[in-house]
């Protein structure tokens, strides 16, 4: 939770895609909890301070934050920690020109070099009722968002249609 070695990098940064992250059924509550709460929240103070003294507060910039489906309507507790996140990221930006960007996507299929057969049939059975996107695909919303950042309330909540929706207006702006 100690990010000051990165001040320097920090001060020319304006987008982040926040993807560290690890499946709740892996660790104990309480390192969920410090890796979904405490890591990205001592990130964003460490960014926003270090813009503040940059003088850059104002400046647009974007967090992106991946959160998952069900991140509102469950009660266990992985979805409280990713609430908890994005309600804090959102009230940490209040004020500042930094917009939080919460990706509540079903299923993200990795990146065709590392999947396996399963991961396609997973995809195959879901991508017909739009609950799964790809990590390229999600990437490429994420760029998209990016450059419409001021056009973005902060706090917004985006699932997997938004998600496709933005991946496709980035391969009609980069003329892909």
Request: without cysteine; hydrophobic residues 40%; proline residues 2%.
């Amino acid at each position: 939770t100690d990010y000051s070695e990165l001040d320097d990098e920090l001060s020319e940064v304006s987008t982040v895609l926040w993807a560290l992250g690890t499946s709740s059924l892996s660790v104990d509550e309480a390192t969920y909890t410090l890796i979904h709460v405490d890591f990205p929240a001592a990130f964003v103070k460490a960014w926003l301070s270090v813009q503040r003294a940059a003088g850059k507060i104002d400046s647009l910039m974007a967090y992106h934050f991946i959160a998952g489906m069900g991140t509102d309507s469950s009660d266990s507790p992985w979805a409280h920690d990713k609430r908890k996140t994005e309600r804090d990221v959102a009230a940490m930006a209040e004020g500042t020109g930094l917009r939080s960007f919460s990706y509540r996507s079903g299923y993200i299929r990795p990146i065709s070099e590392t999947t396996n057969v399963g991961h396609h049939i997973t995809e195959a059975l879901l991508r017909p009722g739009k609950l799964v996107t790809s990590s390229k695909e999600l990437g490429q919303a994420m760029l998209e968002i990016s450059a419409r950042t001021q056009e973005l309330a902060n706090g917004t909540l985006l699932d997997n249609v938004d998600s496709l929706a933005y991946s496709k207006a980035y391969l009609l702006r980069e003329g892909l």
